[in-house]
C-alpha cells in the first residue's frame, strides 16, 4: 500500500498513535515499507503489539482502508500526510504532530498567518462580544482565526472571523461526520467553505473527553500565538495556553472585571507574561514582525468604527447599552421612557444586529463594524 492509502491504513491499525506512528517512520522511511517489513523487523519496533502486527501484515487492514478512503471522498474530505507538501508547516515543528489531518476545505499558504482565539463554554456577553470584536479586526487585517468551534468563546471566535470576510479554521476532537456540538451544523458548513475543519481523528471518533485536550495542542500548533477570552484557571484553554509556551507561540490574554466569572485564567496569564489585549492591534503589533508584511493588510479605512444610522431615541439606548447586560427596566429608567415603547425600540435595534437580548429580558450591545 503506497501514497494516501498507505498512511491511512497505518493509522487506523489497532494499537497504533501518533507515538508509535513516528516510530514506524522513523525505522522504516514510510507507511508502504512497513507493510513490506518483515515480521522481525516489526517486532524491534518498542511498544509494538502481536496483535498490531499481525493487523499490519493482513490484507483486512487493506480493505477497511479502501472503504475509509471511498466514505472520505464521498464526504469531500481529504488527508494530508505529516511531511507532505499541503501538511501545515507550523504544525510540522510540534514535538507530537499528528501522522495525518483528516481535512474539510482548503488550507492556503496564507493560513501560516494564523492567530488561535480559545476561551470558555459558559462565555458572558461580555466576552463573546469582546471575542467577536477581536476576531473580525483579525479578518479585516488578513489574519486567519484558529478555534476549536465548542460552544462559547470558540464559536464567537469563528463567527467574527466569517463576519470580517476572512478564513478561519476549526480543529475538531471527533471525526469529521461527527459534529459536536450539534447545533454548530451550519456554524460548520460555513467555516469549511472560508477556510477547513480538519481533526486527526478518524471518522467516527465520538466526542470523548479525552480527545479535546489532545487535539489543543493542533489548535496552538496551527498559529503564530494563542490568545484566552474567559477561562478558569483549570479550563482546557489554560491547557492550550501552556502548550503554545511548550511549542513557542506567543500568548496573549484579554482582561476583564475584577469578580467577573471566567476572568482569573486570562489574569493569571498575564501576570505570568502574558500580552494584554484590548484589540486586534495588540495582537498584531507582536506578531507582524514575524511574517511576510506585504501580505498584511492594514484596517485604516475599513468599516469597522462607522456608527450605525439611527433616529435620536434609537441614538439614546445605543449609546446607553454596552457590553455588560442591561434589564429592560434600567433601560426605561434610565432614558425616560415608556416600558412599551423602550421595548420597541430595542426590537428595532435587534432586528438591525445591533443589540443583543439575553435570557431575563436583559440586553447588550452587539458589535457593529
Known amino acids: 500500500m503506497d501514497g494516501e492509502l498507505g498512511w491511512l491504513a497505518l493509522s487506523l491499525a489497532p494499537g497504533i498513535g501518533g507515538k508509535t506512528f513516528h516510530l514506524l517512520l522513523r ?33 483486512a487492514l487493506k480493505e477497511t482502508a479502501e472503504r475509509e478512503m471511498s466514505r472520505l471522498r464521498t464526504l469531500g474530505i481529504q488527508i494530508i500526510p505529516w511531511g507532505t507538501e499541503k501538511y501545515p508547516q507550523y504544525l510540522t515543528n510540534i514535538s507530537d504532530p499528528p501522522p495525518l489531518i483528516y481535512v474539510r476545505g482548503a488550507l492556503l499558504p496564507e493560513d501560516e498567518r494564523a492567530v488561535s482565539v480559545v476561551g470558555s463554554r459558559q462565555a458572558s456577553a461580555y466576552g463573546l462580544s469582546v471575542c467577536k470584536k477581536i476576531c473580525t479586526e483579525l479578518a479585516w487585517q488578513g489574519w486567519t482565526v484558529v478555534s476549536g468551534m465548542a460552544r462559547g468563546i470558540d464559536s464567537a471566535a469563528h463567527r467574527g472571523a466569517l463576519e470580517g470576510g476572512g ?30 475543519i ?14 479535546f485536550p489532545v487535539r489543543n495542542r493542533i489548535i496552538s500548533g496551527l498559529s503564530l500565538g494563542v490568545t484566552v477570552v474567559e477561562a478558569t484557571v483549570k479550563s482546557g484553554s489554560l491547557i ?12 496573549f490574554a484579554v482582561p476583564g472585571a475584577v469578580g467577573r466569572p471566567g476572568v482569573e485564567g486570562p489574569h493569571r496569564l498575564i501576570k505570568e507574561g502574558a500580552k494584554l489585549v484590548e484589540s486586534a492591534e495588540d495582537i498584531i503589533e507582536e506578531l507582524l514582525p514575524m ?19 439611527l433616529n435620536e431615541k434609537e441614538r439614546q439606548l445605543w449609546d446607553l447599552l454596552g457590553m455588560d447586560p442591561l434589564h429592560i427596566d434600567a433601560i426605561a429608567s434610565a432614558v425616560d421612557l415608556a416600558l412599551a415603547e423602550t421595548a420597541e425600540l430595542l426590537l428595532r435595534l435587534e432586528i438591525k444586529g445591533l443589540v443583543k437580548q439575553l435570557p431575563g429580558t436583559f440586553f447588550v450591545r452587539e458589535f457593529y463594524r
Not at 476532537?173 to 451550519?186: C, H, I, K, R
Not at 486527526?200 to 473527553?209: A, S
Not at 492594514?298 to 444610522?309: A, H, V
Open 27 to 59: 525505522r522504516f522511511g514510510s507507511p508502504d515499507r512497513v507493510f513490506t517489513s518483515h515480521h522481525k523487523d516489526l517486532e524491534e519496533i518498542p511498544g509494538l503489539k502481536g496483535r498490531t502486527i499481525e493487523a499490519i501484515k493482513s490484507s
Open 240 to 251: 492550550t495556553a501552556r502548550m503554545a509556551l511548550d511549542q513557542d507561540r506567543q500568548v
Open 198 to 211: 480538519l481533526s486527526e481523528f478518524p471518522l467516527g471518533t465520538p466526542p470523548e473527553p479525552g480527545n
Open 291 to 309: 511574517v511576510d508584511r506585504t501580505l498584511h493588510r492594514k484596517i485604516e479605512g475599513l468599516p469597522l468604527s462607522r456608527q450605525p444610522e
Open 167 to 196: 478564513r478561519t479554521l476549526a480543529v475538531w476532537g471527533t471525526g469529521l461526520d461527527v459534529v459536536y456540538p450539534p447545533e454548530n451544523l451550519a456554524l460548520s458548513k460555513d467555516i469549511a467553505s472560508s477556510g477547513a
